[in-house]
């Protein structure tokens, strides 16, 4: 009785720091800030680095061609892409496509659109547009 009395008391402790480490000083939700700012390129974002999966390269089709912020709708309202030059390609894992396109969201000023550079010696250009933008393809 007493083990169970003590794992009781060490679950309660873990499950209370996790909502406190959660909202730490000096973190920054960047995923909350973009969707509640920029909904239009927060969902291009989404949308973006869902489909390439685990098969993220730079540079690679589905980076180059980059995605729109309702492709069911084919709205144009945001658009965001990763271009690249790396030879050999290079690999973005799903976390910091999030990560990183969420961050330039928030810290892009107005309306949210710029580039930035990432990658080996900089080859790959992140790149978010905001709309209306024809051809539904960034670059083309």
Known sequence: ??????????????????????????????????????????????????????????????????????????????????RGSCSPQEWVPRKYCYLQFYKMCVQFPGAGAGVRSFGTNGCQSWQIMRGPIPGGKIGQ
């Open 1 to 82: 009785m007493k083990l169970v009395s003590i794992f009781l008391g060490l679950l309660t402790l873990f499950l209370s720091i996790g909502p406190a480490a959660a909202v730490l000083p000096g973190v920054t939700n960047w995923w909350g800030k973009c969707h509640n700012d920029k909904p239009a390129i927060a969902n291009a974002i989404g949308h973006f680095c869902k489909f390439g999966g685990l098969n993220n390269h730079v540079p690679r089709a589905w980076s180059i061609y980059g995605s729109h912020s309702d492709p069911d709708k084919f709205d144009r309202k945001a658009y965001v892409a990763i």
